[in-house]
């Protein structure tokens, strides 16, 4: 599957920390990330990331940009959750083409922990009959299962 990860500077350490957690099910699939976000995570577990622009310059939109292209299965965006942190525009549409094309999408640690437990026991392969283009669902179709 094609996971795509965001998480905003207070949130970083956690991403981290859950991408440790669950390096053996992400090493199985195809991850980008936001550029700093990608750095952490690829220092960390030592997993392969497509390292997008950092989020002020442009990676959440080159990751909304696949989405909307339904190049991504999962999306995990550990957002900021202060009081005051302001929504911006880029991330609402992340949000509202989550929805449009129905991608999981997990923006704390409890729903991510749920979303990757459910990707590893088989329940989001409804994905492939969704997103064939990805080189995980065309490696599926051709029987080896693996990338």
Not at 93 to 103: A, F, G, S, T
Request: hydrophobic share 40%; charged share 25%; aromatic share 6%.
């Amino acid at each position: 599957m094609e996971i795509a990860i965001i998480a905003h500077d207070l949130k970083k350490e956690l991403m981290t920390q859950f991408c440790i957690a669950y390096c053996g099910i992400l090493s199985k699939h195809n991850l980008c990330a936001t550029g700093i976000t990608a750095k952490y995570i690829s220092e960390a577990t030592g997993l392969e990331i497509e390292k997008m622009l950092s989020g002020v310059q442009g990676g959440k939109q080159q990751i909304a940009s696949r989405i909307s292209c339904n190049e991504i299965d999962i999306l995990l965006y550990f957002k900021d959750t202060r009081p005051d942190a302001m929504i911006d525009e880029v991330e609402s549409e992340l949000l509202r083409l989550c929805d449009l094309y129905n991608i999981p999408v997990a923006t704390n640690i409890a729903t991510a922990e749920v979303v990757i437990t459910a990707l590893d026991r088989g329940d989001l392969d409804w994905r492939e009959i969704v997103n064939p283009r990805s080189e995980y669902n065309r490696k599926l179709k051709n029987g080896s299962g693996r990338i």
